[in-house]
């Protein structure tokens, strides 16, 4: 049974930073392409940043510069460092993954089989 499991949302003023982890069991997030989503109230929801068996990153133009993906195979997880934080940047974020590595590795949630329950992150 495939759990993703996020932490480490919370509220911060603009121009802070927040460091949001998704912690995977019965899944080894080295194998395939484990991406971010967040959606925010009243608008759809949108793939922030990925990463791929390589370790190859991607981000939505948005957040580049700003927001950093990354991986610890040892820990089983992935990590988004999120800095310069803005107030558009509020929503409820989620880490979801591929179930199989052959499957693109896009922002685009088509592909992803397994997602976690999210975690909220406020700017104000």
């Known amino acids: 049974h495939v759990q993703l499991v996020e932490s480490g949302g919370g509220s911060v003023q603009a121009g802070g930073s927040l460091r949001l982890s998704c912690t995977a069991s019965?899944?080894?997030?080295?194998?395939?392409?484990v991406a971010w989503f967040r959606h925010a109230t009243g608008q759809e929801r949108e793939g922030v940043a990925s990463i791929d068996a390589d370790g190859e990153t991607s981000y939505v133009d948005s957040v580049k510069g700003r927001f950093t993906v990354s991986r610890d195979n040892g820990k089983n997880s992935v990590y988004l460092q999120m800095d310069s934080l803005k107030l558009e940047d509020t929503a409820m974020y989620y880490c979801?993954?591929?179930?199989?590595?052959?499957?693109?590795?896009?922002?685009?949630?088509?592909?992803?089989?397994?997602w976690g329950k999210g975690t909220q992150v406020t700017v104000s």
């Open positions: 979801a993954a591929n179930k199989y590595p052959s499957f693109p590795c896009t922002l685009e949630p088509t592909w992803k089989d397994y």
């Open positions: 019965g899944y080894t997030i080295s194998d395939s392409c």
